[in-house]
Structures are given as structure tokens and as C-alpha cells.
């Protein structure tokens, strides 16, 4: 069976990994192996990065460094041999994230994201040339305003959560971007709504592709 990978996207607070399970289970339930996974983190290594990123100060182009750093290892030890396997990757956020948070949010140059982001994801697949991207990416969003709500009744902000709704507005700005850029790859969802909407929406959208349809040679 072909390998497909689907990534979770938004910004913090937008219901992603509130919903990732649920899409797990439909897609079992249609017959396929899941690896569940997430970014920052993934790897022994890729978590230990992913701890520094979420609590040490650092400046921009370190945070793009580590990231790019943390995906590199993730891809190479638990994305590829996993599509190669034949199974669904769902994986909670990628590389639309650093377009969003470090391009977008910090500012940092997206010509450069786009250099980084070829380095990075080429060269681990079967296929030499291949620049790994998503299959289909769940674009969760959210008003700024509504994610910060819900995110101060939920938990205590690392280091990305306490910035200001400025700065969410303009991630979501990045996440917009993106999306206009890969129409085919995103599917939007109106993450405003509430759980079970938001859940229909997001299983309409693989549906949709035929992904859940049940074993197939
Ligand atoms: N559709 C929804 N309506 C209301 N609250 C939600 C909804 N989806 C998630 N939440 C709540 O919002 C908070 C953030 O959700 P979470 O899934 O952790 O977001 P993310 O992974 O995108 O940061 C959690 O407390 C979660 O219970
Ligand atoms: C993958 C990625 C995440 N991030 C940030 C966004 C999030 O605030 C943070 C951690 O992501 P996430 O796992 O969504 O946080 P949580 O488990 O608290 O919901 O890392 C980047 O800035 N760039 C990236 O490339």
C-alpha cells in the first residue's frame, strides 16, 4: 500500500492535537497502519531539540537552525521508513510552521526558509531527488482571538504561547499564505466550530481523496 503523509496545521490553540486521534482511529478503521507523530520532536534527538526550542531564549535564525535540524532526523529515522512501509503518517505540524513562525511571526527571509526547506527534506526517500512534502495538510483555523481563549483556560504558555496576538495574527497570516501557494495540498477547516464539526470537516477532507475507503491492493 502506498505510504501517504498528512500533516497537522494552525496556530497554537487551534484544535490540532485535540483532533489527531480521531483521524487515527477512521483511518485504521479503514484498514491502514498509522504512525502518529509531531514536530518539533519525533526522535529521541528531535525531542531534546524540541525542549530547547520551547524554553531557551535564542534568536532567529538559531530557532530556524534547530528546526530544520530536529526535521532532518525525524524524516530520516521515523517519516520515511514509515512511508516506506506503506503507512499513513499523521504527523502535527511541518514545515508550513516554521513558514509561518519563523518566517511570518519572527520575520525571518523566506527565500532562505525555501533553500533550508530543500536541504533539509531531500535526499532520505527512495527516490534520490525527492523533496518530501505532505501528501494533504488539515489547516485548522482559528480566529487569533479564539485560540488564545482557549488557551489560556488549557495550559501554562511555553515560550511560543506567550506571545502576543500580534503575533498569531501574523502566523495566521503565514499559515494563509501557504495555503494560497499549495491549494491542492490544503484543505481548510473552519476550526471556530465546535469539536464534532470541526471532526466532520477534517474526515470530509480525506474522504475526499478516497483515503478512507477501506483496503485496497
Ligand atoms: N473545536 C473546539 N472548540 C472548543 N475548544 C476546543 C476545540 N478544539 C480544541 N479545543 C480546546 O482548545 C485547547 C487547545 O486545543 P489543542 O488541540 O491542544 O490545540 P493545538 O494542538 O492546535 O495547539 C484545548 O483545551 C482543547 O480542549
Ligand atoms: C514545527 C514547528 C513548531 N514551531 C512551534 C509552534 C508551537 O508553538 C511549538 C510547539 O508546537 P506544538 O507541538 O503544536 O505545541 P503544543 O504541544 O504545546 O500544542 O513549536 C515553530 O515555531 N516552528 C516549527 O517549524
Known amino acids: 500500500m502506498q505510504g501517504l503523509f498528512i500533516t497537522f496545521e494552525g ?24 504512525t502518529l507523530t509531531r514536530e518539533p ?7 531534546k531539540l524540541r525542549a530547547m526550542l520551547l524554553h531557551d ?18 524524516l530520516r529515522v521515523v517519516i520515511e ?12 505540524r511541518f514545515t508550513d510552521a516554521t513558514f509561518a513562525y519563523q518566517g511570518v511571526g519572527r520575520g525571518f ?3 532562505v526558509l525555501s533553500y533550508m526547506e530543500r536541504l533539509a527534506q531531500t535526499g ?20 487569533p482571538e479564539v485560540a488564545a481563549e482557549r488557551l489560556a483556560a488549557a495550559r501554562t504558555p511555553d515560550r511560543f504561547e506567550a506571545e502576543g496576538v500580534e503575533f498569531f495574527t501574523r502566523v495566521a497570516r503565514g499559515y494563509a499564505d501557504r495555503a494560497a501557494g499549495a491549494t491542492q495540498r490544503f484543505a481548510r477547516l473552519d476550526g471556530a466550530q465546535p469539536r464534532a ?15 478512507l475507503q477501506g483496503a485496497t491492493p
Open 41 to 47: 520532536g519525533g526522535t529521541p534527538l528531535a525531542e
Open 81 to 92: 521508513p514509515a512511508l516506506a512501509r506503506g503507512d499513513v503518517v499523521l504527523c502535527d
Open 57 to 74: 531564549a535564542m534568536d532567529a535564525l538559531t530557532e530556524t537552525l534547530l528546526v530544520f535540524a530536529a526535521r532532518r532526523d525525524h
Open 197 to 211: 464539526q470541526v471532526a466532520a470537516q477534517m474526515l470530509a477532507a480525506v474522504a475526499a481523496r478516497g483515503w
Open 11 to 34: 496556530i497554537d490553540g487551534a484544535g490540532k492535537s485535540s483532533h489527531i486521534d480521531t483521524l487515527a482511529q477512521a483511518l485504521r478503521a479503514a484498514g491502514r497502519q498509522v
Open 124 to 143: 532520505i526517500a527512495l527516490e534520490p531527488d525527492l523533496m518530501r512534502n505532505p501528501d494533504l495538510t488539515l489547516w485548522f483555523d482559528v480566529p
Open 109 to 111: 527571509d523566506l527565500q
